[in-house]
């Protein structure tokens, strides 16, 4: 019987040279990049590689026009950008990993294995459910946690021991730690 193998596609990482790198907004408000004496892009995403513990390294740009949304390349170090450009992207980033920190949890009230939360945070109230906390309440570091809610969105707590005792104690009520 015969069989075909089929051989992995190698990745070639394409590390982009910030200095012959232009981004900016379209008319109708997508991120547009032009590589300088080479090609431009009418539309691309940004997105960091490390978002937890290198978020001012490593980002990614894809094509956004193109369905497979293929990696144009990274940048290793945005800081290197000119002045406009990083704008557009540290406007884009923001935007994309927009993370309401968490100071205090007013009330938490668990309800048929969901979550509801009532807190206060850096950007004002807000309210939210979770379900399944064991996946949706995550250590990431020492002391800090990330909350996803049921709509995806993300609630930091950049250290556990900055928040009141109350609201310390009714999230490790929840948690393994």
Do not use: H
């Not at 990745?11 to 907004?25: G, I, V």
């Not at 369905?67 to 450009?85: F, H, Y």
């Not at 007013?106 to 399944?132: Q, Y």
């Amino acid at each position: 019987m015969f069989q075909a193998t089929v051989e992995p596609k190698a990745y070639e990482l394409c590390l982009l040279d910030p200095r012959r790198l232009r981004f900016s907004y379209s008319p109708v408000g997508n991120v547009r990049l032009e590589i300088a004496g080479d090609r431009c892009y009418l539309s691309v995403d940004i997105a960091r590689s490390f978002p937890i513990d290198q978020q001012e390294r490593y980002l990614s740009i894809r094509n956004a026009l193109d369905e497979e949304r293929p990696e144009i390349g990274m940048i290793v170090d945005p800081a290197e950008l000119d002045p406009e450009s990083r704008l557009v992207v540290e406007q884009e980033l923001y935007r994309r990993y927009f993370v309401p920190r968490i100071l205090r949890i007013v009330r938490l009230k668990e309800e048929f294995g969901v979550l509801n939360f009532d807190v206060e945070t850096d950007r004002g109230p807000r309210e939210f459910s979770v379900r399944n906390p064991q996946e949706n309440l995550r250590e990431i570091g020492d002391e800090r946690m990330l909350i996803i809610d049921i709509d995806g969105c993300r609630y930091e707590i950049p250290d556990l021991r900055q928040v009141d005792r109350k609201s310390a104690t009714i999230l490790r009520d929840y948690m393994d730690w």
